[in-house]
C-alpha cells in the first residue's frame, strides 16, 4: 500500500493537477505516470532544464510522488518529471529480465529511451537502488545527475568504482535513518562529484516524513545543474 501524504504536506500545485499515465510497450512494459508542465512554466519543460525520472521503494509506486506532489512542483518549475513503477510493483507486471543486474541497467536503459529522456537526473530510494546504482556505474553518460535516497545495495560496489562515476549527485537521507541512510553515505560519499542534503527529523522515506525539505534540496540541485550546464548558443 502506498502511504498517503496528509494534504499540508504536499507540493504546491499538487491539488488541482491529474497526472497522464499510460503503459510503455515493449519487453517487459512498465507504467508511467507524468505531470503536464504547469502554467508558471508555458505548459512546457524549459530549455535546458534536465527531465528528472522517479524510481520507488520497495512499499510504495509511482503513485507516491503523485501524491506528494511532487511531480507537479516540477512541472510547475518547467521540468520534466515522469516516475514509473518498477517491474512488478504496482501496474508493472512483473519481468525476468530484472533478475539479474544486467538485465535490471538494460531495463533503465530502454526505459530512458522510450521516454525519450536522454539526460535525466535519476532519482532512487531504497530497494531501486538495486536498478539505479549499477545503471550509474556502467551507464552514468547518460544521467545529468543521480539523487539517491538511502538506497540499497551500496555495499556492493568498490570505492575505486564509484570514484570512476563524473555524473553529479546528490546524497540524500533523513537523519533519523540511522542504518541505510548512514551506511549508504559511506559508500557514496567516493563519488568524485557529490554534495550531501540530510534532511532533520526524518527517517528512512524522508520525502514523507519531510516533503518541503526534500523538495527544496532536490529543486537546489536541480538549478545548481543547471546553472552548470551550458546553454546553446
Known amino acids: 500500500a502506498v502511504a498517503q501524504p496528509a494534504a499540508g504536506e504536499r507540493g504546491r500545485g ?4 491529474t497526472a497522464r499515465t499510460g503503459l510503455a510497450a515493449g519487453e517487459p512494459p512498465f507504467f508511467y505516470r507524468e505531470m503536464p508542465a504547469g502554467p508558471r512554466a508555458g505548459g512546457t ?15 510504495f509506486t ?10 507537479a512542483l516540477l512541472a510547475g518549475e518547467g521540468y520534466r518529471a515522469v516516475a514509473i513503477d518498477l517491474p ?14 544486467q538485465g535490471r541497467v538494460a531495463f533503465l536503459d530502454r526505459v530512458l529511451q522510450q521516454l525519450g529522456m536522454w539526460k ?19 551507464r552514468g553518460d547518460r544521467l ?38 548512514h551506511q549508504a553515505l559511506q559508500s557514496l560519499r567516493h563519488l568524485p562529484g557529490h554534495r ?4 532533520p527529523g526524518a527517517g528512512h522515506a524522508c520525502y514523507l516524513d519531510k516533503p518541503e525539505d526534500f523538495h527544496r534540496a532536490l529543486l537546489g540541485f536541480l538549478r545548481q545543474l543547471e546553472r552548470a550546464t551550458p546553454r546553446p548558443r
Do not use: C
Not at 14 to 17: E, L, T
Not at 88 to 101: F, I, K, R
Not at 127 to 135: T, V, W
Open 62 to 71: 509511482s503513485k507516491t510522488w503523485e501524491a506528494l506532489g511532487t511531480l
Open 120 to 138: 535525466a537526473v535519476l532519482v532512487s530510494p531504497s530497494m531501486s537502488g538495486r536498478f539505479a546504482l549499477p545503471f550509474l556505474l556502467v
Open 14 to 17: 499538487a491539488a488541482n493537477a
Open 88 to 101: 512488478g510493483y504496482g501496474d508493472s507486471p512483473p519481468a525476468e529480465m530484472v533478475a539479474t543486474q
Open 196 to 199: 550531501v542534503a540530510v534532511l
Open 45 to 59: 519543460a524549459s530549455p535546458g532544464r534536465p527531465a528528472v525520472l522517479f524510481l520507488h521503494g520497495q512499499a
Open 144 to 181: 545529468a545527475g543521480f539523487v539517491p535516497v538511502a538506497p540499497v545495495g551500496t555495499k556492493d560496489y568498490t570505492a575505486e568504482q564509484y570514484q570512476r562515476v563524473q555524473t553529479p549527485t546528490l546524497i540524500l537521507y533523513g537523519a533519523r535513518d540511522t542504518s541505510l541512510g
